[in-house]
């Protein structure tokens, strides 16, 4: 059986100076990027994939979480986002971006929150219903399918029972995997090969059709003919370090942008393209999370099972998504409180924890990606409304509900200012505490609108294909586009809007 990264060149393969020509050229290999290559070259295009990380395989993961931080991540899994409070937030680095380590979830976004986009956003072709086609292509090249009872684990039957307790619907997360183990190892790279990620699932289709594939490769600027895009320049850059050996140029009449809503603006910025209203790297949107861990008298084993195998959509409409959590123990145990004996007990009792988290669409919360004066990481600034953080805790108050409708004794809810733990009599601490930015860590992984779509030149960056205003043959397919958000994971939805773009450039042609 073939290697998936097959024909993938990367740091060792660039001798020297890299000077190509495409019809085609797409700057990044995350769910956007791979799935645009993808669909170009299926329709016959000649495309050069670029991807700054390097591809890495099943042998290369690393099941000790700080290993992976520091190879697989930006900034080394330090990346935060800074406003009213710190925000952690994770970018991945390598071939298939961030579906190398997310809990593959992959779920449509509801016709409602597309309605939204087109009404609130002026996006009118894109409400609900629009993105049917290009969700169901895109799941069947990635295999989506709802996870299965086999692999789900007590840690996610657990939220399952304590939905049913109380009413609240809850179902199997859908999940782009392949003969899932259950192994909970998402985070850090599935070492199984069950997860469908973008260079498993797309780069061999490229590479098959003759597309070229480059690791290792920084792109730092978007070529220009004037207002026209005529191809990239950028660097060779050597894993884990960033140190640059060679020069890269590749003409190419079509550039495809899908470097993250983090990186793609800052490219723009640095070309001079798409910039001309100022809102390349403005309205940075995100999903902040928080997260309970819920004690148990029976025996958990957290670390089986799908790292993410049930969620509840109950409350979305209301702004909130429920789900199971999990992730490395080494990074779940830093949520702990106490020093010495009280965190050690909570350490030898992790067998009986099972942790759920409350993401928020947060449509009062905004922030901005803008280049530092120094280095290549970006400066991100986010802040996060006091009524968005309300919506935080009622989504805490309701995974606690749900912890003691399952038989929890008690729940970490991690809320500066209440008790940890807390029983189910000590519940009102929880719903009645004043809860704000500065009260939590909220994570934010999910984030998007840097380069928004819209109809309207003077307030977005790019149209309802993607298709940047001011800078012909330059296009968008990173969750930056979003307008607004898909009130779900947005992984799908970044596939299906990349497809979609992809078909707009072939019929451009």
């Not at 993961?61 to 992976?68: D, N, P, Q």
């Not at 894109?126 to 086609?133: F, K």
């Not at 070529?223 to 140190?243: I, L, S």
């Not at 309300?390 to 008690?410: H, N, Y």
């Amino acid at each position: 059986m073939s290697h998936p990264h097959d024909g993938v060149l990367g740091f060792s393969d660039h001798k020297a100076d890299i000077r190509l020509s495409a019809d085609a050229v797409v700057v990044g290999s995350g769910p956007g990027g791979a799935v645009a290559a993808r669909e170009l070259a299926v329709r016959g295009l000649d495309v050069i994939l670029v991807e700054e990380g390097p591809a890495f395989s099943t042998a290369d993961f690393r099941v000790e979480a700080g290993a992976t931080m520091r190879r697989v991540f930006r900034e080394s899994c330090t990346r935060v986002m800074q406003g009213n409070g710190f925000f952690p937030t994770m970018q991945a680095i390598g071939l298939g971006g961030g579906s190398l380590v997310n809990s593959a979830i992959s779920i449509r976004a509801p016709g409602w929150a597309l309605d939204k986009w087109a009404s609130e956003h002026d996006t009118p072709q894109l409400g609900a219903g629009s993105l049917d086609d290009d969700y169901a292509a895109v799941e069947e090249v990635f295999g989506v399918g709802p996870t299965p009872d086999a692999v789900m684990g007590e840690r996610n039957l657990v939220f399952k029972r304590g939905c049913d307790a109380l009413g609240i619907s809850s179902e199997p997360t859908p999940r782009n995997v392949r003969g899932c183990k259950g192994s909970a190892e998402c985070f850090t790279g599935c070492r199984n090969g069950a997860k469908q990620s973008a260079d498993v699932a797309c780069v061999p289709d490229v590479v098959s059709r003759g597309g070229r594939v480059l690791t290792s490769v920084r792109v730092d600027g978007v070529k220009r003919d004037g207002a026209r895009a005529t191809g990239v320049v950028g660097w060779v850059v050597e894993p884990f370090t960033g140190r640059r050996a060679h020069r890269v140029e590749i003409d190419a009449p079509v550039v495809v942008l899908a470097a993250g809503c983090m990186a793609t603006p800052l490219i723009m910025r640095r070309s001079g393209l798409g910039v001309s209203n100022g809102h390349a790297g403005r309205h940075l949107r995100a999903h902040p999370g928080l997260a309970v861990c819920a004690l148990f008298d029976h025996v958990i084993n957290p670390f089986e099972g799908a790292t993410q195998g049930y969620h509840s959509l109950h409350f979305l409409e209301q702004g909130m998504k429920l789900e199971v959590l999990w992730g490395p123990p080494a990074i779940l145990a830093v949520r702990f409180p106490g020093f010495g004996e009280p965190l050690k007990r909570h350490l030898v009792a992790f067998d009986r924890m099972a942790p759920f988290d409350v993401f928020t669409h947060a449509p009062h919360s905004e922030g901005e990606v803008r280049a530092a004066p120094f280095g290549d990481d970006p400066v991100i600034s986010y802040h996060l409304d006091d009524r968005d953080a309300g919506t935080l805790q009622r989504g805490l108050v309701i995974l606690s509900e749900i912890a003691f409708a399952a038989g929890a004794r008690a729940v970490l809810p991690g809320v500066h200012g209440v008790p940890d733990p807390i029983t189910r009599d000590q519940l009102h601490l929880l719903r009645d505490a004043r809860v704000t930015a500065k009260e939590v860590t909220a994570g934010a992984n999910h984030v998007f609108g840097t380069t928004r779509m819209g109809q309207n030149p003077r307030n977005s960056v790019c149209d309802e294909w993607g298709r940047v205003h001011d800078a012909r043959g330059l296009y968008v397919a990173d969750t930056g586009t979003f307008p607004g958000s898909p009130a779900v994971n947005p992984m799908l939805t970044c596939m299906a809007l990349a497809r979609r773009t992809a078909r707009r450039v072939a019929d451009d042609r």
